[in-house]
């Protein structure tokens, strides 16, 4: 993918041709009008639309679903302010308000929740302050080890010029692939992986190695391997430190997938607002090309496999996999219906495998052991090793890498440092705001792993964790989050659409004034919403209001 930044104007014409015979073209010449013209004009859209024979007007309104593209001449070049749940902490309104008169405009969780708080200008990252003052993204440290336990997905990442192909061998790099190809049969790469126990990293938890079986077993070519780095959920920032400090592993892991389903195109669809990463993913790829390790056969052997980043624009649904898909098709961007499954129903409806970027980095590594490692990784029962984004009111925010099973008060208090100085902690969000909250109380009793966090009736998810101290208004917290999940609702089905929208009223305090009242309609919406949404957003997005006011009734009464 191109950024056209230097390029002396590319015409119209040449940009289509460049993205016109390419597989998922849309969002590619999207952003290369974009970057060229700083905006999408209304002729842009006609060319595009004539180009690709897509009917303007669906054009139209896939563009204006997502958040990025300015349709104002000069609106790539207007600050866009993260007012997400953490950054709201730390004056992101003021923030908005300040830059009101270069255009300001708020953009929901950038996914910089350890850095608050985030501005992109065009393709830079800032980093504001409430008072209206910017500084250019400070280069973040690799994460820490505090538990000195033994890692998976970071066991490497702070070795010198690991982002490197050169750094990357050295640690190890590309020894499981080499093994996979040369060593191994598909089959025997899908059983290695089923049995290690690794599951999805993105969220829903689902066997790898059983879904790589069902692609690998699904009829219809090409298959495809799609990366999905899109990271929307508010507190989760873990996967562009994954990418960021060991982009060849997940390069890795994508090529693993490919060989053991007979995948032979690849897409990693990587969120827009991480500029930066784009770059470097981009120069990993072209890296991996020259050494042989991606394209046509690959260490020498007779397996191919082709792979392309796709930039999103702004959609946090589009984190989810049908949504995803779409996206690439350059459909609307709504979930689809399920079944079928993408592992046989994926892109151009064929068998397709959607794998998390920690996933894929945890397969890589995976491959260079024997199993029963990674299985060992984890405490009791568990197997191997999650990694967490810990931010909000805690002394050290950041990516840490825990092992399944490790007790929640562990995390938070002896390897985060705990509540800031003189503060007690109130409240902790799980699978970033989409699990709700769990209480100070029971923080003392979970370990981090599905089933515990489960049984206090949130979810683990892709594991982002935002902690409050004694210090906010729990209320205003879940209103941010409820407004979020309406803001960002497709839109396709009513419970969530109109759902979201009537909770985040509630807790603003409008509806009725009588608490008994209130409460019913609250019960109400929140037990359609679960019933009968259509995809994961709408069906979680109660268990934000569930869990307020399970743990802060008063503070619900007090509204
Ligand atoms: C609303 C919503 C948002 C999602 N966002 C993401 C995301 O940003 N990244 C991700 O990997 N999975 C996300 N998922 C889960 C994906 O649909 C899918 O389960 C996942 O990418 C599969 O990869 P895995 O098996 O490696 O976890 C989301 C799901 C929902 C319902
Ligand atoms: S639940 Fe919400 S986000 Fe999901 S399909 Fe329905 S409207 Fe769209």
Redesign the pocket.
Known sequence: MTLHLTNPTPTDQALIEEWRDQDAPLLGVLHAFHDRDGYLSESALRAIAKGLRQPLADLFGTVTFYHHFAREQGGLQQPRVCTGPVCSLHGAEQLLNNLDDRGATSMPCAGRCDEPIPVLIGHEQWVGDATGRLSRKPTPLPPVNPGAIEECIFAFIRQPWRNTLAGYRVTGGYEGLTRAVTQMQPVDVIEHIRTSRLT???????P?GL?WKAVAEAAGSPKTIVC?A????PGCFK?RAVLDYDPFAVIEGMTIAAYATGATRGFLYLRYEYPETLASVQAAIDDAYAANLLGERILGTDFNFELSIRRGAGA??C???GSLLNSLEGKHPFPRNRPPFPVTHGFEDLPTV????E?LAAAAQIMRHEPEWYIGLGRGDHAGTKVISLSGDVQRPGNYEVPFGLPLRTLIYEWAGGPLPGRKLQAVTMAGISGGFLSAQQVESATIDEPSIRSYGSMLG?AGMIVFDDSRNMVAVARNAMEFFAHESCGKCFPCRIGTQRLAERLDGQGPQEWDLWLEEVNDLSTTMKAVSA???GMAAPLVVESLLKHFPEQVKGK
């Open positions: 999805g990293r993105g969220g829903a938890g689902y790898t879904k999905n899109d990271e929307g959920e996967d946090y649904i984190g989810e996999e959607v794998n998390n970027v996933t892709a995809c994961g957003l």
